[in-house]
């Protein structure tokens, strides 16, 4: 009886202490600075003043997984980071809890590629999931109060914490085994019999493919101009036989070079033609071994896409290779820039590079097997053995040392910054072996962000591809759809009208303007001051409603559409426009001051970072990046596209190529940007939105309604995707990091055949070592802030 | 004997107070720091957990009780557990030699507003505060962490450059006052607070004092962009709590001493001594949030060099100035 | 400032050295009690990824345990230097109306050459923590 009365008493006792401990947890619950992709970016703008997550005491961001309670896993689990996240996870104290945000980290998402974990609850458990790609903050919101209820419902943590049995806390979720207890259909459960959409037509295999039935034009054929035939003419006296022009392009002068001279050609170009091609833009292969026509193809190209900026004209060198797995030789020592693209080809395509310094896998882990981009390698990560807990811990990310050596003596420390880090600004890793304070060896270690988009691009329609453009850089939006419809409407020759070229400008500057804030407030952020951030964001909400006011989507519009943009402006987009472009320069004036006039940032970023302009146009740099160098080159202005001729900016330039001159060539940029969109809203042309050539494209839905010819259209290309035909085209744009172009390659199909896109990033961070190395480990973060990359843009 | 124990007593109620307040007081401050910052941040801040989030304080201390104890592999196990303590201990007991109004009196006894007015009560001061370098320098050490031993360098450096000059920066005040006794000082400010006729002592001062406590712009040790979390990387719990609690009463007592040494102490009209000494330390307090909502960071060899080529050089001219003008 | 009478150690009334000790015993009696709850409450579920320490979630190259870096060094002697000078300076200051002009003369005479010796590490780079590359 006594004993029965004591143990009621401690039950009453322990269950008060549940009420309280639960009560207190609920509103403490600190999450991990921690963020996988796109996803976060709402996460981070959940904390800012118009949702103000701190509401709930859940503003006290963790860099340390020891003190956070709580594990938002935001956005795409690859399978390089995988054993990263886990463990993070496994680090953090008890109790913890875990909420998957974003439909990648539920399921994998819109990437069922290789290099994709398809959700991560396969290895840990998952208290909440947030559906939406990516979730809106108010979802963040309300994933946390969910999370908030389910403690304080379920959980009994008061024997948990006084050793007692039978306690529970925390997230206790059994983990999901892919196949087993979750359907391995990306579909969902109950599709077994029926194939997934497009996968007849998959390379390598075409079992009779209905585009075929489908005549289109040939692909658009440009005329050269006089330096571009006088260029031909040139190659052809001095490589003879070895070069030979292209009967016909769709874009540029494309050149076949025969891989033994590819070097003195390469060499010529860059040093001694009239223009000089200085700029390697960029360097990839293309596996022939699908091609329809197989005997016209080698088994590999390589193409060398260059740049003059005397001449503002882009050159195409493409190089047959032949074998199973070709070598060539490596252009490092003509181009130093060319070091990483090279060791791209041969990761995804497993092409040997000789004399390149360090020859090693650079996106996928070093354990993986096969080279994807091959056309005969599996793209789906759901045709791979299911990703499992034993997977994470056995493929760990190489040791710091194999990245610096550890010769510099006894005070060195090697130290990994990154993939999870506050200021890495996303899933990069910084291997950094310093002495003292100062940096004396640095190296990167990327890929982490590998979302295979490249392999997407080969099994989605022409039309299905564009979701995926805006996720490319997924702090631009629109701005990085252009650079993929302007390609594919070269290739086709579709003409834009011309309230959709002006609706598309206006949308990618309004893009450029919230990637600047994002960048302002990140920047501000890294040297430390914490407010700027808050005010960026606010009006950067202001610009994110226009945008949904016009496309209804946020980050990732995928509003552009082959021939146009997806629908009219509505009713009240010019107030709205008005409006910001009213409010928003002495916001900017107001907070901007407070960064540029501060004598400690000044400290922080003048001289900080230098690069000369000379490395870098060597290395590739783009963007404000090389207009903080001193040289007048943009896009926009040099080779102008979508109508940017008609409008009225400055291209702001700054010398010294430090942290602080790129501060103020974003800064500037932004005013530009501004500019451009007042003339565009002022000046918006009336007309179509959408090109009336249905062939390509998806007709407008009211003459879908009506004719018969049109609703043929929208089926076919809705259904199979149009037949672009066979052919190439390089496109790139000056979105708001530097210059993104999209290589498209089409066999007549209704996918392309490959699907290339050259990120300004991966140009952009691959000289980092140059600016970082001999200055302090604060001054890298500073660096890294100035320098505004993205992780989708470099993985891709 | 009786008059001993009612003595006694008193004392601890009056020790027992004090200790309360001081953490209350450093929970509340944590309090403060999160909504002013939101309202400097176009923000709310903490407002579900009891009324405009009071109960904030109290939930995050709950939560951080119950948390596991992490200890890392590799650890030097004992430094790593305690070195938090010691943070917390120096800080506390800098409040000691603190006083924080005039005396009352109770049946004809005086009972002291100060816990204990040493003669030596300044160097007391920087005493302890020296010793509170011990628990950053081998907390970060203890680790096994980098990331942890790069904030517990730069933290030992920078706090023992910054001692000189907050040592350096009071001698003008101690030979104004004739004394190290916070008390005599705080009565030396009778006629007119020291700040007017100090202020570059006052400036540096208050310069050195935040950056002994390691605010942005000088919170180096732990730069969250630069090092995660610096020396406390691997706390978890209330260990990182004791740090986080010792922060805070440093900067209590940091606005204590700025108010002692400047400001004329408890002395004010209308009000109680004791009020305005919180009114003093919370001005103090509101102006470090302030600072931290709007500067960014220094760099270390930025940090150093303000400490060694500016401020310690000044201190130095303003005692020879100092001293000439008091024997005119 | 009064001298601490013996008489009066005991003394509660008095804001002494038993009043400081007595606060001594409060505050390391609370913190002892924070650190038994960490050591004794909660959960523990130690695993070797949670034993092993954190760096950006990838398993650390080499040891922490490292001999810090010359520079660090320095700072400490000079400290040293300065805090024991410091020291000299405190003692003249409580008592600079007594010593007079004298006094003064003789204080400035040694705070010049604290100066000078400050001037000197400054110029021979002992006080430059930068970068190497920022050094010249």
């Not at chain 1, 979720?173 to 892919?178: E, I, K, M, S, T």
């Not at chain 1, 009779?208 to 658009?220: E, I, K, Q």
């Not at chain 1, 805006?470 to 020759?493: F, I, K, Q, S």
């Not at chain 1, 002495?586 to 003048?606: C, D, G, H, V, W």
Request: with cysteine; glycine share 8%.
């Amino acid at each position: 009886m006594g004993t029965n009365q004591q143990e009621g008493m401690n039950e009453r006792f322990l269950d008060s202490v549940d009420v309280l401990v639960n009560w207190a947890r609920k509103y403490s619950l600190w999450p991990m600075f921690f963020g996988l992709s796109c996803c976060f970016v709402e996460e981070a703008t959940a904390l800012t003043s118009r949702y103000d997550l701190a509401r709930f005491g859940a503003e006290v961001l963790r860099a340390s997984p020891r003190q956070a309670d709580l594990l938002i896993v935001s956005g795409t689990v690859f399978k390089k980071i995988a054993p990263v996240v886990l463990r993070l996870y496994e680090q953090m104290a008890e109790p913890k809890w875990v909420i998957s945000m974003g439909s990648c980290s539920n399921c994998g998402g819109m990437y069922d590629v290789y290099s994709v974990v398809q959700g991560v609850d396969q290895i840990l458990p998952v208290d909440v999931y947030i559906p939406g790609c990516p979730p809106r903050p108010e979802a963040v919101m309300q994933g946390l109060v969910m999370l908030q209820e389910k403690i304080a419902a379920e959980e009994r943590p008061a024997r948990s914490i006084f050793h007692l049995p039978g306690g529970t806390q925390g997230t206790q979720r059994p983990l999901r085994v892919d196949g087993l207890t979750k359907s391995r259909d990306p579909r969902g459960p109950g599709m077994g019999g029926i194939p997934i959409r497009g996968s007849s037509v998959v390379p390598p295999k075409f079992p009779d493919s209905r585009t075929d039935l489908m005549w289109t034009s040939p692909a658009r054929r440009v005329e050269l101009n006089d330096g571009d035939r006088a260029l031909a003419d040139v190659l052809k006296d001095r490589f003879g036989d070895a070069v030979e022009p292209a009967p016909q392009s769709s874009d540029m002068l494309t050149v076949q070079v025969r891989e033994e001279r590819l070097k003195d050609v390469l060499r010529f170009l860059k040093t001694e033609a009239a223009p000089r091609y200085q700029r390697l833009d960029d360097l990839t292969a293309v596996d022939e071994s699908a091609r329809r026509e197989r005997d016209r193809y080698p088994d590999f190209s390589l193409v060398y896409h260059l740049l003059s900026f005397e001449a503002a004209s882009k050159l195409r060198i493409k190089v047959p290779l032949h074998g199973e797995a070709p070598t060539t030789r490596s252009v490092t020592d003509l181009w130093p820039s060319a070091n990483w693209y090279e060791r791209e080809v041969f990761d995804l395509f497993g092409i040997r590079f000789e004399g390149h310094p360090n020859l090693r896998r650079i996106l996928l882990p070093h354990d993986w097997e096969g080279h994807p981009l091959r056309k005969s390698y599996a793209g789906r990560a759901t045709e791979m053995t299911p990703y499992t807990l034993e997977d994470a811990r056995k493929c760990q990310p190489f040791d710091g040392g194999v990245y610096v050596k550890q010769d510099g003596g006894e005070h060195r420390l090697i130290l990994n910054m990154g993939p999870h880090h506050v200021s890495t600004h996303g899933l990069l890793r910084y291997v950094v072996a310093l002495e003292g304070e100062e940096i004396t060896g640095l190296e990167m270690d990327l890929g982490y962000h590998h979302r295979g988009v490249e392999k997407i691009g080969e099994r989605q329609s022409w039309h299905q591809f564009i979701p995926y453009c805006a996720r490319v850089d997924y702090l631009a939006g629109a701005a990085n759809d252009l650079p993929y419809v302007l390609a594919v409407e070269a290739l086709a020759d579709i003409r834009v009208p011309e309230r959709a070229q002006v609706i598309r400008v206006m949308l990618s500057e309004l893009f450029r303007l919230s990637n600047h804030l994002v960048w302002f407030a990140t920047y501000a952020h890294d040297v430390g001051a914490m407010t700027p951030n808050f005010y960026a964001f606010r009006e950067r909400e202001m610009i994110l409603d226009i945008v949904e006011l016009i496309t209804g989507g946020r980050l990732h519009p995928s509003w552009f559409r082959l021939g146009g943009v997806a629908a009219d402006l509505p009713d009240g987009w010019k107030e709205a426009v008005d409006q910001f472009v009213n409010i928003f320069p002495s916001r900017l004036q107001e907070y901007e001051r407070l960064i540029r006039e501060n004598p400690i940032f000044k400290a922080r970023t003048m001289g900080i970072g230098r690069i000369s302009l000379e490395n870098a146009m060597d290395w590739g740099v783009t963007g404000p990046n090389l207009r903080a160098c001193g040289l007048d080159w943009d896009l926009r202005k040099k080779m102008p596209y979508s109508g940017y001729e008609n409008f009225q900016f400055e291209v702001p330039i700054a010398e010294g190529g430090d942290c602080y001159a790129r501060y103020l060539v974003r800064v500037e940029e932004m005013r530009q940007s501004l500019k451009i969109i007042e003339q565009a809203a002022a000046n918006m042309p009336s007309g179509r939105t959408m090109t009336d050539d249905y062939r390509y494209v998806l007709p407008k839905r009211t003459d879908m309604l009506q004719d018969i010819e049109s609703l043929i259209h929208h089926f076919v290309n809705v259904t199979r995707g149009p037949k672009i035909p066979r052919g190439e085209a390089y496109m790139s744009c000056e979105i708001p990091r530097g210059e993104q172009g999209y290589y498209v390659v089409s066999d007549g199909l209704g996918a392309a055949y490959r699907m290339r896109i050259r990120g300004p990033g991966f140009a952009n961070v691959q000289v980092m070592p140059q600016l970082a190395v001999g200055e302090s480990i604060a001054d890298l973060i500073a660096i890294i802030g100035s320098v505004d990359y993205i992780l989708p843009d470099i993985d891709r | 004997m009786l008059t001993w124990s009612l003595g006694f007593l008193i004392l601890m109620v009056k020790l027992g107070a004090v200790l309360l307040f001081l953490l209350l007081a450093a929970a509340y401050l944590v309090w403060l720091e999160r909504k002013f910052l939101a309202r400097l941040q176009v923000r709310y801040g903490p407002n579900r957990a009891g009324k405009y989030g009071l109960l904030q304080p109290i939930a995050d201390m709950i939560k951080m009780l119950t948390k596991e104890d992490t200890i890392p592999e590799g650890a030097d196990r004992v430094i790593f557990l305690l070195a938090p303590a010691v943070v917390t201990v120096t800080a506390l007991l800098m409040f000691a030699v603190i006083p924080f109004g005039g005396d009352l009196s109770f049946l004809g006894k005086r009972i002291p507003m100060v816990i204990a007015d040493l003669n030596i009560g300044l160097l007391f001061v920087f005493a302890l505060s020296s010793l509170g370098v011990y628990g950053i320098a081998l907390g970060g050490w203890a680790s096994n962490s980098k990331y942890s031993l790069l904030g517990g360098i730069r933290g030992a450096a920078q706090m023992i450059s910054y001692e000189l000059s907050l040592g350096l920066s009071l001698v003008p005040v101690v030979m104004l006052a004739g004394s190290f006794s916070l008390v005599d000082i705080v009565r030396a400010q009778e006629a007119y607070p020291f700040i007017l006729v100090q202020p570059l002592a006052f400036v540096i001062f208050v310069i050195s004092a935040m950056a002994e406590s390691k605010r942005i712009p000088f919170d180096l040790p732990e730069a969250e962009n630069e090092l995660g979390a610096g020396y406390h990387t691997e706390y978890s719990g209330i260990r990182f709590g004791l740090f986080f609690l010792g922060e805070y009463v440093n900067m209590q007592v940091l606005g204590a001493l700025v108010a002692v040494l400047f400001l004329g102490g408890w002395s004010g009209p209308f009000l109680s001594g004791p009020a305005w000494f919180c009114i003093k330390i919370l001005v103090v307090a509101l102006v470090m949030i302030w600072i931290r909502g709007t500067l960014p960071r220094l760099r270390y060899d930025q940090l150093m060099a303000l400490g060694w080529k500016v401020l310690i050089p000044l201190a130095l001219v303003n005692i020879v100035v100092t001293g000439a003008v008091i024997l005119i | 400032m009064q001298p601490i009478a013996c008489e009066g150690v005991l003394s509660p009334w008095e804001p002494g050295v038993f009043s400081l000790a007595l606060f001594t015993v409060l505050v390391l009696a609370f913190v002892a009690s924070q650190l038994f709850i960490a050591s004794w409450l909660g959960e523990k579920k130690t695993t070797p990824e949670k034993a092993r320490p954190y760096e950006s979630g990838i398993i650390p190259t080499g040891t922490a345990r490292l001999r810090y870096p010359v520079p660090f060094y320095l700072v400490a002697i000079f400290f040293l230097v300065f805090d024991v000078e410091g020291a000299y300076i405190f003692s003249w200051a409580v008592a600079c109306e007594e010593l007079g002009w004298a006094g003064w003369l003789q204080m400035t005479f040694f705070i010049g050459l604290l100066l000078v010796g400050l001037v000197y590490i400054w110029k021979n780079g002992g006080l430059d923590w930068g970068p190497t590359s920022k050094k010249e």
